[in-house]
């Protein structure tokens, strides 16, 4: 095995044990008998290690970061453009249903899905938006993140399996933006 | 095996090998070795009996039947209401748990889940709408429903997993209406 190899599985075996949280990029070096500044050299932070072990093909991290470079206007519409992308590739895409299906049916596998999407990716965009109840607006914003690809990809719910991006786009993203930056509509 | 069962049971391999539109009531009842009229005798329609293999202790359509009868002003939070409802009692819970998980990771069973939302639930609530683009609305109300139990039941992702229900009516009511009954909003 190489160095990358054994830095990789040291870290699929920290995640399963510890969860997300309680990994550090240290205590995988550690495990993998290699210097931290190698664990640093090959990947770019512990979300980058956890995508790599959860065979993702992207970095969830630093999509988020160029998401919210461009302020909170709009914001909504420019993430689920981003997240759509993301899901598009075939291949991509059979990486991705794998990793929701796990965490539908292991514990372990919810609990790190979780933590690390609470850290790195709706953590961040809720405190982007900068409001009081950032957490419960980081989550629904990925409950309907969820949703819709369960619906699109897994469950292939007819009406969104052939909706085009575009139109996604244009009915998801004032949702996202309700959830994230504007207030909830009051009914009158 | 008496002959409420023997009709849940016939019923089971009918949904499992043709599916849910294929499946009759009067098919069922050929397969169980009793006449249609059994059948109606227990069941108050093929969702009722879809929803028994299912052990599905509610009647999907039943409930629609109700949101609906309120017609579409404030249809969206009237939704949301009725569903966490459903998805309230932790017995409950436990058997829609177990059918979302069994949709993730058999096509089968997604295909059912497909087949029954479409015609029963979402059908129903989109052409309430009365829009052209019935369909997608409808998918999209499936996929914030569908986001929300698996973000606050099954992956549990923190702020949704301790939100009220009250609160969370109050936050994906408004999202409801707008899918089901008001345009998408364009950004300007």
Redesign the interface.
Known sequence: MDTRAAIVDAARKSFAARGYDKTSMRGVAREAGVDPALVHHYFDGKAALFAETMAVPVNPAELIERVLEGGTE?LG?RLVETFLTVWEPPERREALVAL??S???SEEA?RM??EF??REV?GRLASAAGAEDA??????A???????V???Y???????TD?SRG?LV??????LQ??LVDG????E
Chains 1, 2 share one sequence.
């Open positions: 709009r519409w929701v299906r965490a539908m049916t919810a899905l979780r999407l609470g709706f957490q419960l607006r980081g989550a629904l990925a409950s309907q993140m969820i949703g819709v369960i619906a699109r897994v469950v292939r719910v007819p009406g969104l909706a139109e244009e009915r998801l993203g004032p949702v309700g959830y909830p509509v009051r009914p």
